[in-house]
């Protein structure tokens, strides 16, 4: 679950982890319908037999299939505001692919609220420092600050 603070409560959070989400899984039929949805079916995600002939030894999940998942991820680990009406993706200031994800690897995000900053009134943009880990890989998946912009009524 998302930590759920008040505005006035920001401050205290600038700079911390706040929270983690669950692990979750990455199999090869969410990849082959990122890979249907995008259009990507470049061998490396869809043919399990040519995938392994590659350094990576199997099928990898597209890097933006990891980076889309960040949003499930959000969900139960980045930072809610009470009386939110709403949150909208406002992009990233940076975004990094580190290490591929294996199909039926599992992967989870971990949350640092890196500021927040009142743009308009009742319009809050956070951003996040997010990492997505890979279960039993030392390098993570990808690294990104992510920026939303959160309405409060």
Same mark, same amino acid.
């Given at each position: 679950?998302? &930590? @759920?603070? +008040? ?5 205290? %959070?600038? /700079? ?7 692990? =979750?899984? *990455? ?37 933006? &299939? @990891?980076? +889309? ?5 959000? %969900?139960? /680990? ?7 009406? =709403?949150? *909208? ?65």
């Amino acid at each position: 679950m998302a &930590l @759920t603070i +008040s505005v006035d409560q920001l401050n205290d %959070y600038i /700079g911390k982890e706040v929270g983690v989400s669950e692990w =979750m899984e *990455i199999d090869q039929e969410r990849i082959n319908q990122f890979a249907d949805a995008t259009g990507d079916h470049q061998y490396i995600h869809v043919d399990p037999e040519r995938a392994a002939q590659t350094p990576f030894g199997t099928t990898i999940a597209h890097g933006f &299939l @990891t980076m +889309s998942l960040m949003v499930e991820m959000g %969900y139960e /680990g980045s930072t809610k505001l009470e009386n939110s009406v =709403m949150g *909208i993706n406002y992009g990233f200031d940076k975004l990094r692919f580190i290490n591929p994800v294996k199909v039926n690897s599992r992967i989870r995000g971990r949350f640092q609220l890196a500021s927040a900053e009142e743009k308009n009134p009742n319009q809050w943009l956070l951003k996040h420092n997010v990492t997505v880990e890979i279960e039993g890989e030392d390098k993570p998946a990808l690294i990104a600050e992510w920026l939303g912009m959160t309405v409060v009524g």
